[in-house]
């Protein structure tokens, strides 16, 4: 069955890991601290010599999954490569994401494939969630929340300019070292690529979504009318001949927002419901 593996050029793994005849299977069954776990896909924590990696393993979709991703319009993720391609165009545009390590897949048929991809652990981070939380009892200065959306803005901008959507593009998944919590602002990371999709031209229903999840997952922060306006101006920077003052009132945002708000209004009616989210 064909097999393959790839490794980072800089990457610090022990020789003896390397030098296993059975690399692939040790790396798809080694025991770590679980971070997530869906049916076909795991998210695990490892030690090899003194660092600290992050194994995201993938098993066979299966092909209703397969079906039922295109019939409902969306793009079936089938292996670990939809996230080394991700990481690798972030790179490429200085967008700070998980350091890729290593990957792997077996097989040809995309509903059987079996695969990995290895990150470096960036050890201890706070999500901007975790921040949105922390300013409900303990409000920001104005000037690091805007630096802070200064930055989610320009990220947003310069992945959407050149047609890239995360597809998962909540403020969960950007982060920041903890160590790192007092500067203005922080260097922020972006995390799980799996599902991302780029498309040239880029695609503006792929953007819709994208903001609509971002607006939505950042609504109970406090937002106000300066934030937005910053937010717009810087998100715009990375786009060749538009003017954010123009930009602002295209049926791009108003839609933007209607997505965000029956999104909320869908989670606030789990919540309510006593669905732990």
Known sequence: MKKTLNFATDHELPPDILARDDLFEYLMHIDGQVFRAVATRQTLKVKFGQRYYFIK????????EIFKNWMSFKRPVV????????????????????PYVADGVQ??????????????????????EDLALLWQTQPPRLQYKRALIRQVAEVAGRLH???????DFYICHFCFKREEMAQVPPALYVLDLHRVEIHTPPSARMQIKDMAALYFSAMDVGLSRG????FLKYYYSAWPHCDWRV????????????????????????ISNGVVM
């Open 247 to 270: 930009e602002r009132n295209s049926s791009v945002w108003q839609q933007v927002f209607a997505r965000a708000d029956k999104l909320y209004i869908k989670y606030q009616r789990k």
């Open 107 to 128: 097989g040809c048929v995309p509903a059987n494939l079996r695969s990995f991809v290895m990150t470096e652990d960036l050890g201890d981070i706070v999500t901007l």
């Open 161 to 167: 300019a050149h047609g890239i959507y995360h597809r």
């Open 227 to 230: 934030d937005w306006l910053t």
């Open 57 to 64: 393993r993938h098993n066979g979709v299966g092909w209703l």
């Open 79 to 98: 292996s670990a490569r939809n996230e080394v391609v991700a990481i690798q165009a972030l790179t490429d545009l200085n967008i700070p994401t998980t």
